[in-house]
């Protein structure tokens, strides 16, 4: 099997200690299913034109340019030359600035992961002390690397024999949470409601496991795909039942707590449970009762 293509190379440097490194993207999107716009009276692909929202016409490569748009339909063209005058000019280093604890980085903030491995032999040993020492500490390095011309802060932190290098946003690419959530009331919760909910919680227990993850969906568009290609015909899915509103939130939790799926893998999962509040118990009593009276 032939060895990936690295994304980008370089050094990592800790203070006067450097080592040649890889960078490999560690997501992928190719085995996704993808669909191509085609003539349905030909079945050929269709190819894409850019055109004059104004006029209509057809624009050729060499009349394209890149414009900032200074107010509606009022643009400042910029030139390539321009552009590539203010492009960060790399230096093929990822310059480790900080450690940070690894807890405090805000999740909202990572952005794409990538594997950085050693280049070679040469620089082993010291992508090892670098790798042991973060392992050592539990915190997470924070470096700077440019990536098609652009500069990102990238956490870094070690992963197995190699090291996980996460992109992370800029203050500004976040929105704030303000806006959404500042408009959600904070209504009286019994207590009794709370203690039921998190028993529920409880009886749900797991550990992460992704390779429990289905694309359920992915898997709809294979089949699709196959059955289409095989002159089969198609069925349609049928649209489940819309739930009721919630009218009584309490009766709610208690017939979650009946028939909540996850307590037959309780055992394997679960970490030991504190015992059952008052309202839990008061519901599987009722259970119980309406066993024995059927």
Known sequence: MASPRAYWKGSLKLSLVSCPVLLYPASTASEKTRFHMINKETGNRLKQQMVDSETGDIVESDQKGRGYELKKGEYVEIEKEELEAVQIDSNHTIDIDSFVPRNEIDK???NNPYYIAPDGKAGADAFAVIRDAMKDQDRVALARIVLTNRE??????????????????????????????????SPRISKDMVELASHILDSKAAHFDPSKFKDEYEN???TLVRRKAAGKPVKAIEAGDKPDNVINLM??????LKGGKGSANRGRHAPTRRAAPRAAKKAHRSAARARKAG
Do not use: M, N, V
């Open 251 to 256: 009766d709610a939790l208690k017939q979650s």
């Open 152 to 185: 990102h802060i990238i956490a870094i932190e070690p992963l197995g024999k190699g090291l996980l290098g996460t992109t992370l946003r800029f203050p500004y690419e976040l929105r704030d949470e303000d806006d959404y959530f500042g408009d959600i009331k």
């Open 108 to 110: 909202r903030y990572l």
């Open 220 to 222: 709809a568009l294979k």
